[in-house]
């Protein structure tokens, strides 16, 4: 054995005992139907600074304190339920059935971003839809969007220090200045997608909102062909700016969509962002060029909100993974990150007391 060879078989040794670490560490993410992926591609897990779903899981928590039975982020919350009617356009870019040409339930979800589940409505609060779509086969597609183009942070370690940087103040209310000045310093990107947020101004309400996917996926047709695709829900419904001033109800925006959809359902179409190559799939701060190629491939209704209890929206978990045949991940670290901690966030909240909602369907109603 040579010296370099001597130099290199420790080395070869560790990288096959950190493998079969990591793929063990798979082995059980999966079993719990967890991929914990995301956090592993640094190596570092079983290190003490490691950064991994329980630690980020807790950052909010130590952001917005605990609160038994809620989601830890996206906490206050309305279900819906609804349908999607494919045109079938979508079968050009991939073989899931979602795309074939029917009528598929939905169950959603409308939400507000932050770990408090009785904040205060604001316009400038990141809106959220997620979807469920229950295929004929048995496949589900889930999807968490929200209301903005872009997303503010690349890496899962940049989202977990923004969460402390963008903690309020006591006594401000916001957040210290000069914490956040020194997070943007190091984390350029997320100026930049702060930046192309502020170009887009929040809507009257959910219903005129469009929701955005922000991740790019692996769209893979008949022939084999594999595509990036982004995807957004744009409203059928009239486009309204924000209302100035004082708002009516600290639960305004989801008071709002309650009396709307208990008159007329709520339309959006379901358009898809065709990426080409060079085209970033691995970073959500970065928007794709405006002349990419747009396909409406069919229409979500939601004709019924319910108020969140056992059995509806509050106990899906809206992980970007659950994929049906057709569709895959990219290499966007986030996706693993989001579904990660979606599920330890799931499983905490799943063995706490059910706390009720701040938003009530039959108290709005009358």
Same mark, same amino acid.
């Given at each position: ?5 001597e130099?290199?078989a ?21 079993? *719990?139907?967890a /991929?914990?992926?995301?956090? #592993? ?15 980020? *899981? ?8 605990k ?20 045109n ?29 589940p ?10 959220? #839809? ?18 903005? &183009? +872009? ?23 916001? &957040? /210290? &200045? ?24 929040p ?21 084999? %062909? ?8 744009v ?22 969509l309650?009396?709307? %959809?208990?008159?007329?359902? =709520?339309?959006?179409?379901?358009? =898809? ?15 794709w ?7 409406? %491939? ?14 509806? *929206? ?20 986030l996706?693993?990150a989001?579904?990660? +901690? ?25």
């Open positions: 054995m040579n010296k370099e060879t130099r290199s420790p080395a070869a040794r560790a990288a096959v005992s950190r493998r079969g670490v990591l793929l063990g560490l798979a082995a059980v993410g999966a079993i *719990a139907a /991929d914990v992926g995301g956090f #592993l591609y640094a190596g570092g897990w079983l290190t003490p600074d490691a950064l991994t779903p329980s630690r980020l *899981a807790d950052r909010f928590e130590q952001v917005y304190g609160h038994d039975g809620f989601r830890r982020n996206h906490a206050k919350g309305l279900s819906a339920t609804g349908h999607f009617i494919s079938g356009a979508g079968s050009a870019v991939s073989t899931a059935l979602v795309f074939q040409p029917g009528r598929i339930p939905v169950v959603g979800r409308f939400s507000l971003s932050g770990g408090l009785d904040a205060a409505d604001a316009n400038a609060t990141v809106r959220g #839809l997620g979807l469920a779509f229950t295929l004929r086969n048995g496949e589900q597609w889930r999807t968490a969007m929200v209301n903005i &183009p +872009v997303f503010l942070d690349n890496t899962p370690e940049g989202f977990y220090e923004r969460l402390l940087a963008s903690k309020p103040v006591a006594a401000t209310g916001k &957040p /210290d &200045p000069e914490r956040m000045a020194a997070f943007l310093a190091r984390h350029p990107e997320t100026t930049a997608a702060m930046q192309i947020v502020r170009q887009h101004s809507t009257s309400g959910f219903g005129d909102s469009t929701f955005h996917g922000l991740n790019a996926f692996g769209f893979t047709n008949a022939p084999g %062909v594999t595509a990036a695709v982004r995807w957004m829900l409203p059928e419904q009239s486009v309204q700016p924000a209302h100035p001033g004082q708002p009516p109800s600290r639960n305004y925006l989801f008071d709002e309650i009396r709307t %959809v208990a008159h007329t359902p =709520l339309r959006w179409r379901l358009v =898809l962002t065709i990426g080409e190559p060079g085209d970033p799939t691995h970073d959500a701060t970065l928007p060029p405006e002349n990419r190629r747009r396909l409406d %491939v069919g229409t979500v209704t939601i004709d019924s909100v319910q108020t969140e209890e056992t059995g509806n *929206a509050r106990d899906v978990n809206f992980d970007p993974l659950v994929l049906p045949a057709g569709i895959s991940p990219s290499d966007d670290p996706l693993s989001r579904s990660a +901690v979606y599920a330890r966030s799931f499983t905490r909240r799943t063995s706490e007391p059910i706390q009720p909602g701040a938003v009530t369907v039959p108290q709005v109603l009358g």
